[in-house]
């Protein structure tokens, strides 16, 4: 469960506010397993990690000797369904940030020549700082139906848009004191609807429009001052400015519609937040 996650410390300074980056791959892969792997990993001994509902029978665990980001390699595929690959790669950007030719790479050094690669799932991650976990709960707008927020024993929050098996998912949260982090889990399903099956095709993020999913906005208080003074005469001005928006933005903007007759797209404008998010999504490192 997410909400006991473990405060994990490691962040790339040099891309904080500066650039997106893949924190976690998974890949299928077809192709023939080397018999010796390639000398630029070091692994550790197979284990067994059969069970109910698992798809492989066997896990090695490894690193990169050239990067130190750590891997996974399942395989001994436990059913016969056509879309299950007969191995899959998990890799983490441990001391690195992944690369697409660092995930060839291994790649390479388990299966030989000739293989095929098939991208499952990855997040996406934004580390920034200047903007508190509860500003990116309260201006989030989300097309996502499934909305929840989770707190640990010693107080620290993630919330979630999206659901567990969704195509796409966003969770916030504190990663250090000063940076919070805002990661894109994305399924399969997401990157097939937009042809996105090879390691190279990932590229494409950096271009890709996610803000039409989640985006962070804010209101243009002199309009939605003049919008409200025509509508109610300040009647509801502690709801928008006196008090401390709880409901969140994207829930005001639904009661300016639905009860006061006003166009949110008329005084909400793009926060400053979401624009430093699109410019490290530009500078994605891949």
């Not at 983490?92 to 995930?103: E, K, N, Y």
């Not at 195509?167 to 940076?179: A, S």
């Not at 990661?183 to 042809?195: S, T, V, Y």
């Not at 699109?278 to 500078?283: E, G, P, V």
Request: proline share 4%.
């Amino acid at each position: 469960m997410a909400a006991n996650r473990r405060v994990d410390r490691r962040v790339f300074q040099h891309l904080v506010n500066k650039a997106a980056f893949l924190d976690k791959l998974e890949i299928g892969l077809w192709g023939v397993r080397r018999q010796r792997f390639l000398s630029v990993l070091e692994t550790e001994p197979s284990k067994p990690i059969g069970g109910k509902k698992r798809a492989y029978g066997r896990s090695i665990h490894g690193i990169c000797r050239t990067t130190g980001n750590p891997f996974e390699f399942r395989y001994g595929r436990l059913n016969n369904y056509p879309n299950v690959p007969p191995f899959r790669l998990v890799l983490d950007s441990g001391r690195t940030p992944l690369t697409g030719a660092q995930v060839s790479l291994v790649a390479g050094a388990l299966l030989r020549q000739g293989y095929r690669s098939q991208v499952s799932r990855l997040e996406l991650t934004f580390d920034v700082t200047g903007y508190p976990l509860s500003y990116f709960r309260q201006h989030l707008f989300t097309r996502a139906r499934r909305k929840r927020e989770l707190q640990d024993h010693l107080g620290r929050q993630t919330f979630y848009a999206g659901g567990p098996r969704s195509p796409w998912q966003l969770i916030v949260y504190q990663k250090t004191d000063l940076v919070v982090r805002v990661e894109f889990k994305i399924r399969r399903g997401f990157l097939h609807d937009r042809c996105m099956e090879s390691v190279h095709d990932l590229l494409r993020f950096r271009r890709l429009n996610l803000w039409d999913l989640v985006s962070f906005r804010e209101f243009y208080e002199i309009r939605l001052r003049s919008a409200l003074r025509r509508v109610s005469s300040s009647k509801y001005n502690h709801l928008f400015f006196e008090s401390p928006r709880r409901l969140g933005l994207q829930t005001l903007a639904a009661f300016l519609r639905w009860r006061l007759g006003i166009t949110p797209d008329s005084v909400l404008k793009t926060s400053e937040a979401e624009r430093v998010l699109r410019q490290m999504q530009r500078n994605f490192i891949w």
